[in-house]
């Protein structure tokens, strides 16, 4: 079973060149856990559409930050940006492209306003209990 000590955190700068680091990471770490391909697909994707979309808020960040927190059964990812000061969740959120999109990806997304900025939570299941990561 995963623990706190599990949690698996990246910074990178807020910008698209960036981005194929998170997702790179995400890929790795879903991997080991022997999610399916399909899934990992999935995540990587939800990823890149999570980072995408806090960058376009990104203005006057200094950091990008991906946190992984592999489970028995799922992995957990938040994508944040210190980008504070902005509204945060978007009005008309439900319409939005990018929200069918990562809902469409993974199991569960949810928007957070957290200290530092805006954070996207992604949540994409296993299909059996994993023992190693």
Same mark, same amino acid.
């Given at each position: 079973?995963?623990?706190?000590?599990?949690?698996?955190? =990246?910074?990178?700068?807020?910008?698209?060149?960036? =981005?194929?680091?998170? /997702? %790179? =990471?995400? @890929?790795?770490?879903? @991997? /080991? *856990?022997?999610?399916?391909?399909?899934?990992?697909?999935?995540?990587?994707?939800?990823?890149?559409?999570?980072?995408?979309?806090?960058? %376009?808020?990104?203005?006057?960040?200094?950091? *990008?930050?991906?946190?992984? !927190? +592999? *489970?028995?059964?799922?992995?957990?990812?938040?994508?944040?940006?210190?980008?504070?000061? !902005?509204?945060?969740?978007?009005?008309?959120?439900?319409?939005?492209?990018?929200? /069918?999109?990562?809902?469409?990806?993974?199991?569960?997304?949810?928007?957070?306003? $957290?200290?530092?900025? +805006?954070?996207?939570?992604?949540?994409?299941?296993?299909? $059996?209990?994993? /023992?190693?990561?």
């Amino acid at each position: 079973m995963a623990g706190p000590s599990d949690l698996i955190t =990246v910074s990178v700068p807020p910008d698209s060149e960036s =981005v194929q680091v998170l /997702r %790179a =990471v995400t @890929a790795s770490v879903a @991997a /080991r *856990m022997n999610m399916p391909y399909d899934g990992i697909e999935d995540l990587r994707l939800a990823v890149d559409e999570a980072c995408a979309w806090l960058l %376009a808020l990104a203005e006057g960040a200094t950091s *990008m930050t991906l946190r992984l !927190r +592999p *489970m028995d059964d799922r992995l957990e990812a938040v994508v944040s940006t210190d980008a504070a000061g !902005r509204a945060w969740p978007p009005p008309d959120l439900e319409e939005s492209l990018s929200w /069918r999109v990562l809902s469409a990806l993974v199991d569960t997304v949810s928007l957070d306003a $957290e200290a530092s900025g +805006p954070s996207i939570r992604l949540i994409k299941r296993t299909l $059996e209990p994993s /023992r190693t990561v």
